[in-house]
C-alpha cells in the first residue's frame, strides 16, 4: 500500500507563490488519478485539483488560473504549483490516490501579510 507524505507549505504573503510536493512510498505508475486536497479552519476538506495517468486535470472553481498539478512517475512525486496566493487558500493540504484509503499529516499553508 502506497502512502503520501507532503511537503513544501509555509507562509507566503499574498500574491506570492509555493511549491508543495507529495513524495509517496512507492510507485505511483499504477495509480490513474492522483489529487490535491485542502482543509481550512472550521471548513470540511476539500478537492482542490486532480491528475490522470494520461495528464488530464482538473480543479477547483476557486484556484483555477493559479494552481497547476503535475506528477512526476520516475521520482514517485506530485505536486502543487501555487501562484497568486490569496488568504482564503490558508489550509492545510493533502495528497491522496483515487480513490482514497486514508490521509497523512498533510502540510500548512498560511497566506498573510
Known amino acids: 500500500q502506497v502512502h503520501f507524505v507532503e511537503s513544501g507549505g509555509g507562509l507566503v504573503q499574498p500574491g506570492g507563490s509555493l511549491r508543495l510536493s507529495c513524495a509517496a512510498s512507492g510507485s505511483i505508475s499504477s495509480i490513474y488519478v492522483m489529487g490535491w486536497y485542502r482543509q481550512a479552519p472550521g471548513k470540511q476538506r476539500e478537492r482542490v485539483a486532480i491528475i490522470t495517468g494520461g495528464g488530464v486535470t482538473n480543479y477547483a472553481d476557486a484556484v483555477k488560473g493559479r494552481f497547476t498539478i503535475s506528477r512526476d512517475n520516475a521520482k514517485n512525486t506530485v505536486y502543487l504549483q501555487m501562484n497568486s496566493l490569496k488568504p482564503e487558500d490558508t489550509a492545510v493540504y493533502y495528497c491522496?490516490?483515487?480513490?482514497?484509503?486514508?490521509w497523512g499529516q498533510g502540510t500548512q499553508v498560511t497566506v498573510s501579510s
Open positions: 491522496n490516490a483515487v480513490p482514497i484509503t486514508g
